[in-house]
């Protein structure tokens, strides 16, 4: 076999594996009513996304299983399961960075066959299953530490789930071996997360005789969702449902004394059990765990067709996305508990945005639209995969942010203790996470309902697709975040008449998000072009996509022409750290300037409106992009002041946190400018040349 074809049959057999494996759970009656066509069935190959994911697989995976041997993450499994003397080591949440990176590398092996890793797994699955009690029981810190060793790991199990962590863990050990199955069709994991979720359904739930309570970190809701899908069992579904249902029912948190690291669970804001879960209409508290909830909340109503599950999580979504979400689509505005801040709280220098809340965000969004076919959800989840979430690894794969700010002085040590990227952090949730979100992306590109074809992002690849029986490979070729000339070839395998929705972004046409956060300053009249087989067609838009309906026949060809000029934005009035300032955006891809372009700094810049923003590629920079020029001013350092409230140390930090200096900032009337040669980089490249002063936002 050439190695061509070699691929084709793998790229097939994973993708007919993945449909076998969703059968055996057929039985069920709802879903989304729209289908996400799996991302065993699409294949990158373009010259964005497909290096990440790539670099994602030969060296950050790696590297992350590295950093759990060297830290004891996966000895505590082979401590707890009596194959190796020792006493746990860490944090009572750190098996789920195990847990994540093995989901991360069953998504890479499903696309890229590697029988190294893949024994690897094998390796540490043996000592996951032996850390499991005989009834099901797995939480490597109780196990291995029976004593207690600090509040939540003690003798009893389930017994402070406010803050334990059981159940967390537990929901990425589901995630992990749903990964897993699919991905080499072994029910090694797997097996160990059904024993595990059944002594879960048989201790929780509303019956008598059974145990109250809900996880203080939300995740097991949406991945008991994803093992209901797998194997059909509707207790699963009933217990993730179960679990949001029982937030805020008059719970009663243990008090820790001030002071207390666990004091910041006293306040049950924190972990959004201050109300019902249907009562809650705004985001309040730790930003991933709300992200996660919504996008349970969005399951469940999926799953039941329970409407108040999605009104629940659409009051959520606008308050977000109409209140609290950065230009770059990250969320949580504090460090202090990682939570969000209050309405319009929107701080740049010192805001949180944590890179879990940035892909919570991701999977939040994706879920909105699978259940409404509303591109504005999209739009959302794209502005967060090309910002927010892309920001947090650095482009060799090695590096990782934690919080991502749209400022940096150089100074403020914002990322657990460095002003600049990490290789590791002592809570170390976001770099797994990364790298179980980056293989997953070619997922998100199409989807389907009935006889329609969602085109929701644009990347150069690859697709087998089932559209209702009727077999169609697309394929896309484009050059975009760089370029907006997409030319999609639809290729049934007989003749057939459907429907081809291709997304029109939100940017392009005027609406950067789907709320009055954001705005472009200048009135633009962006013009989307399409051409069907070469000829100019109407725009037909529902719901923000284009619709080409039409009999198709093998090798017809469709081309988009996306409008990338360069935009001004500027943020509601109410968004004060943001007032007298403006960001610039092309495409999917927000700006910011860097001190390495800009003659060491760029906090003291000043973006007048008359200013054309032209864009330069520069293939040799930061591993290729476009950035964009333009003849500003630059201020007197001295004329820019910091003004506001400073944030208290947050309440839970570790050592290396210090406390967030005064975030906003103002220039001096009458501050004397000089000419300034501006160059902006993409946000998500940013912190590659040293510490130094970014801004996404610019003195206008
Ligand atoms: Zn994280």
């Known amino acids: 076999m050439t190695m061509r074809v070699m691929r084709s049959a793998i790229f097939l057999s994973a993708f007919f594996l993945c449909r076998l494996s969703l059968s055996s759970g057929a039985d069920r009656k709802r879903d989304y009513p729209i289908t996400p066509v799996p991302f065993t069935s699409v294949k990158i190959t373009d010259g964005f996304w497909a290096p990440r994911i790539e670099t994602n697989r030969r060296v950050t995976i790696p590297a992350i299983f590295r950093k759990c041997e060297e830290t004891g993450r996966i000895d505590n499994f082979a401590i707890a399961g009596g194959l190796l003397e020792g006493e746990y080591k860490g944090e009572r949440y750190n098996d789920t960075d195990v847990y994540k990176t093995i989901e991360g ?31 099901g029981y797995l939480y490597t810190p109780r196990t291995a530490s029976p004593q207690e060793l600090q509040p939540g790991i003690g003798a ?18 589901y995630e992990a071996a749903t990964a897993h199955f699919l991905a080499t069709g072994k029910r090694s994991l797997l097996d160990v997360a059904l024993k595990n979720a059944d002594l879960v359904a048989r201790t929780f739930g509303a019956e008598s005789g059974k145990r109250q309570g809900f996880p203080g970190h939300q995740e097991i809701e949406l991945a008991l969702v994803k093992l209901y899908r797998l194997t059909g069992k509707t207790s699963y579904l009933d217990l993730a449902r179960y679990f949001l249902d029982q937030r805020g029912h008059g719970v009663k948190l243990v008090q820790y004394p001030p002071g207390n690291r666990f004091a910041i669970y006293n306040d049950a804001t924190q972990i959004q059990a201050h109300k019902p879960v249907l009562e809650q209409d705004e985001a309040v508290g730790h930003a991933v765990r709300l992200t996660y909830m919504a996008s349970g909340l969005a399951d469940i109503a999926a799953l039941t067709g329970d409407r108040a599950y999605f009104d629940a999580v659409r009051k959520l979504w606008e308050n977000v996305v109409g209140k609290k979400m950065y230009l770059t689509g990250g969320v949580g505005s504090r460090h202090d508990r990682e939570r969000f801040g209050e309405n319009y ?24 639209f699978l259940l409404t076919g509303e591109a504005a959800y999209l739009d959302v989840m794209e502005r967060v995969m090309y910002n927010g979430v892309l920001s947090g690894v650095s482009l060799d794969g090695t590096l990782f942010f934690y919080p991502n700010p749209l400022e940096s002085d150089g100074k403020y040590r914002f990322n657990k203790g460095r002003a600049g990227r990490a290789p590791w952090f002592g809570v170390a949730c976001c770099p797994g996470n990364v790298s179980r979100f980056l293989p997953s992306v070619p997922g998100y590109v199409y989807a389907t309902r009935d006889d329609v074809l969602f085109v929701n992002l644009f990347i150069t690849g690859a697709a087998m697709i089932d559209l209702g029986g009727k077999a169609v490979r697309v394929t896309q070729e484009t050059r975009y975040p760089w370029d907006g000339t997409v030319r999609i070839t639809v290729d049934p395998e007989n003749k057939a008449e459907f429907a081809l929705h291709v997304r029109v972004p939100g940017w392009a046409r ?11 300053a200048e009135k633009g009249d962006p013009e989307v072009l399409i051409r069907v087989n070469g000829k100019a067609v109407g725009m037909s838009l529902e719901n923000g996509f284009a619709r080409i309906r039409r009999v198709w026949k093998k090798g017809d060809r469709v081309e988009v022409i996306f409008p990338m000029d360069a935009r001004r934005v500027v943020a509601h009035p109410s968004v004060k750290d943001d007032e007298g300032f403006v960001a610039v955006e092309r495409g999917p891809l927000v700006y910011c300037a860097e001190g390495a372009d800009n003659s060491g700094r760029a906090l003291n810049i000043v973006l007048p409106d008359s200013a054309p923003l032209r864009p330069v590629e520069k293939g040799d920079l930061l591993d290729g992009l476009v950035v964009l020029t333009a003849d500003a001013l630059a201020a007197d350092p001295a004329a820019v002041t910091r003004v506001g409230e400073t944030e208290a140390k947050d309440a839970a930090a570790d050592d290396e946190e210090e406390a967030p200096p005064a975030s906003r900032r103002r220039l001096a009337p009458g501050a004397g400018l000089t000419p300034h040669p501006l160059v902006l980089i993409p946000y998500y490249a940013w912190a590659h040349r040293g510490d130094g002063e970014m801004t996404v936002w610019l003195f206008n």
């Open 510 to 520: 005027n609406r950067p998000v789907p709320t009055d956060l954001y705005r472009f």
């Open 345 to 368: 709280e929107l701080p740049n220098l010192t805001g949180y945005l944590e890179t879990c809340a940035s892909i919570g965000m991701a999977l939040w969004n994706h879920r909105m």
């Open 105 to 135: 590398a069953s998504y890479s092996l499903m696309v890229h066959p590697d029988p190294v890793l893949e024994r690897y797994l094998d390796g540490v699955i043996v000592k996951i299953t032996a850390a499991q009690e005989p009834d």
């Open 156 to 173: 009893e199990r389930w017994a402070e789930l406010a803050i334990s962590h059981e159940l967390y863990n537990a929901g990425h050990l």
